[in-house]
């Protein structure tokens, strides 16, 4: 599995994130359930979700919806489609509740099966954030109450553990985040907890 995991949309690195790609399959799963917390305007979600696979497919990708709320109790059926693609793009929201929405459709798991594959894992803010390996000090940046799940009785606090350490995007950037990215920093400091920050524009890159 490959990763391209920026700070904000797409960052400043498209012709690497196109380059990552599967040259056989082009096809992308586009995930948008960070989107899905309570507070969200329905209307302006679903702009904001036209918008960005509009911006994907300008790159030259297949990129199709993978809403993980259709799959609830169907992780069969999610690893079968997962299987089918060349990549994932796990756009930014609510941490939790994508994290919740990981859980409840499988993906969680689904995901960790294709890390010996040619496959990209791609996203930004919460996309990126859920693949450490917990989401403490997150709650500073999203509020973890924001969940339409009644099947979560509990915040899941335990990220997928892709990644050996934590992801503060929106450092230092021009985006509403960015003060409390700041103090999500300070309690990583204190804790002494392994993490890396991004700028909006800015990505990280695993081939």
Same mark, same amino acid.
């Given at each position: 599995?490959?990763?391209?995991?920026?700070?904000?949309?797409?960052?400043?690195?498209?012709?690497?994130?196109? +380059?990552? @790609?599967?040259?056989?399959?082009?096809?992308?799963?586009?995930?948008?359930? +960070?989107?899905? &917390?309570?507070? !969200?305007?329905?209307?302006?979600?679903?702009?904001?979700?036209?918008?960005?696979?509009?911006?994907?497919? $300008?790159?030259?990708? #297949? %990129?199709?919806?993978?809403?993980?709320?259709?799959? &609830?109790?169907?992780?069969?059926?999610?690893?079968?489609?997962?299987?089918?693609?060349?990549?994932?793009?796990?756009?930014?929201?609510?941490? &939790? %509740?994508?994290?919740? !929405?990981?859980?409840? $459709?499988?993906?969680? #798991? !689904?995901?960790?099966? @294709?890390?010996?594959?040619?496959?990209?894992?791609?996203?930004?803010? +919460?996309?990126?954030?859920?693949? !450490?390996?917990?989401?403490?000090?997150?709650?500073? @940046?999203? /509020?973890?109450?924001?969940?339409?799940?009644?099947?979560?009785?509990?915040?899941?606090?335990?990220?997928?553990?892709?990644?050996?350490?934590?992801?503060?995007? /929106?450092?230092?950037?021009? /985006?509403?985040?960015?003060?409390?990215?700041?103090?999500?920093?300070?309690?990583?400091?204190?804790? #002494?907890?392994?993490?890396?920050?991004?700028?909006?524009?800015? +990505?990280?890159?695993?081939?």
């Amino acid at each position: 599995m490959k990763f391209y995991l920026s700070s904000y949309k797409m960052g400043n690195e498209v012709e690497k994130f196109k +380059a990552l @790609m599967p040259r056989l399959n082009k096809r992308l799963g586009y995930v948008p359930d +960070a989107l899905d &917390f309570l507070s !969200a305007d329905p209307k302006r979600r679903e702009e904001g979700i036209i918008k960005e696979r509009g911006d994907l497919q $300008s790159l030259g990708f #297949n %990129v199709e919806r993978l809403h993980l709320k259709d799959y &609830f109790g169907k992780k069969k059926d999610l690893e079968s489609k997962l299987s089918q693609l060349g990549g994932v793009f796990v756009r930014g929201g609510n941490t &939790f %509740v994508l994290r919740e !929405a990981m859980k409840l $459709s499988g993906f969680d #798991n !689904a995901i960790k099966k @294709m890390i010996k594959k040619d496959f990209l894992y791609s996203g930004y803010s +919460a996309g990126i954030c859920v693949l !450490a390996p917990s989401l403490e000090g997150l709650e500073t @940046m999203d /509020h973890p109450e924001d969940s339409p799940y009644k099947d979560i009785q509990k915040t899941i606090w335990k990220g997928l553990g892709i990644l050996d350490y934590m992801i503060v995007p /929106h450092y230092k950037s021009d /985006h509403p985040e960015s003060a409390d990215a700041d103090k999500t920093i300070e309690l990583y400091k204190k804790k #002494n907890i392994k993490f890396k920050t991004l700028r909006d524009g800015e +990505a990280i890159i695993i081939e």
